[in-house]
């Protein structure tokens, strides 16, 4: 069973509350001190926090952690608890009089899931979250499915239940790509194949060399109509969805090449989800570079080698996560609905 604590050094905590009104939760990742970060940010409706802060250009370079969390705008509160957290432990950018923490965050829409609109991620769960995090061993088994910000999530336009998923490849070079999804998408995976045995188990030679386009059924899930037809009058919108994911890798790339890195694993999400990117998705990818592992840099031609491979990885590992997240979700039954396990 793979992880994105393959990466050593990265630990992944959850919290999360069900029933009495709640379906929603927080997860964070927390990586080693000195770990280089970067987003891109595709969807059109994303919920996101301090994300500016990455940008290759501006000043600070390391990330504190990661906090995916539901409750859309308002569960974004949650990124201050793992700020707080962060500060205790003196984590954080350096400053004058003590340290200031940087922790990026993004949100799913999951609000009113449980029953109660007002049930949502708050500071206390954000520093829940990230004191479990700091609390696993090294090399952790990593909890999946309807856990942390995985808890209100759903796929298929609301109809099946959507979870938190991980995997991780490990290249020749030694080089370690994991990546850690919360799945909360408009769309459905490509294919009907029924779900694996094994979390995270399914290994790139596994697969084959095509994709089926998704069956009709599925594609009249996802949309609300079947293909070819358009909404009418009067028929809702697609509800409002996100897919989050963080990439990780125990290579030392700078700033820039996590936002190339990350930009490419968006690919994993086209691969994974029809559809994916839409007006109605905050689709957001973290990347994070522990630096353990250099580089072959030694000539131009190595390190555009080099980096190809990784990011070519980070699609193929974010593809394997995101449908472990699928597969890991277990049905629930909430005063809002009844929201089915896909493909079970």
């Not at 929603?24 to 994300?51: F, I, K, Q």
């Not at 559809?275 to 250099?294: E, K, N, R, W, Y």
Request: hydrophobic share 40%; aromatic share 4%; glycine share 14%.
């Amino acid at each position: 069973m793979t992880a994105i604590t393959d990466v050593p050094g990265l630990r992944v905590g959850h919290a999360g509350r069900a029933g009495e009104g709640w379906l929603s939760g927080v997860t964070v990742v927390l990586p080693p001190e000195g770990t280089v970060g970067s987003v891109d940010v595709r969807g059109g409706g994303p919920g996101t926090h301090e994300t500016d802060a990455l940008d290759p250009t501006t000043l600070t370079r390391t990330v504190d952690a990661v906090v995916l969390t539901g409750g859309s705008a308002f569960g974004l509160a949650a990124a201050h608890g793992a700020q707080r957290w962060c500060e205790e432990n003196g984590r954080g950018f350096a400053v004058t009089g003590g340290v200031v923490p940087i922790v990026p965050a993004a949100a799913i829409f999951d609000l009113g899931r449980g029953g109660d609109f007002a049930a949502r991620p708050d500071a206390a769960m954000g520093y829940a979250a990230t004191a479990d995090a700091a609390a696993r061993r090294i090399e952790h088994d990593v909890e999946r499915g309807n856990v942390g910000a995985g808890t209100g999530a759903l796929i298929g336009r609301g109809q099946y239940k959507g979870g938190v998923g991980t995997a991780s490849i490990t290249l020749d070079s030694g080089v370690v790509v994991g990546a850690l999804a919360v799945v909360n998408a408009l769309g459905l995976p490509f294919g009907t194949s029924p779900p694996r045995g094994e979390p995270g188990s399914v290994r790139l030679s596994d697969e084959g060399a095509s994709t089926p386009r998704v069956a009709p059924v599925a594609a009249k899930a996802a949309t609300g109509t079947s293909p070819g037809e358009a909404l009418q009058p009067g028929q809702p919108p697609p509800a409002l969805n996100t897919t989050l994911v963080v990439v990780a890798t125990n290579a030392a790339l700078d700033k820039a090449e996590c936002k190339r890195t990350a930009s490419a694993a968006h690919a994993g999400l086209a691969r994974a989800l029809n559809p994916s990117h839409t007006l109605a998705d905050g689709d957001t990818v973290f990347c994070l570079a522990t630096g353990a592992l250099a580089l072959d840099r030694s000539s131009e031609a190595a390190r555009q080698a080099s980096l190809i491979t990784l990011q070519s990885a980070a699609a193929d590992v974010v593809r394997l996560a995101i449908l472990d997240g699928i597969d890991c979700a277990e049905a629930v039954s909430t005063p809002a609905g009844e929201f089915g396990a896909y493909g079970r």
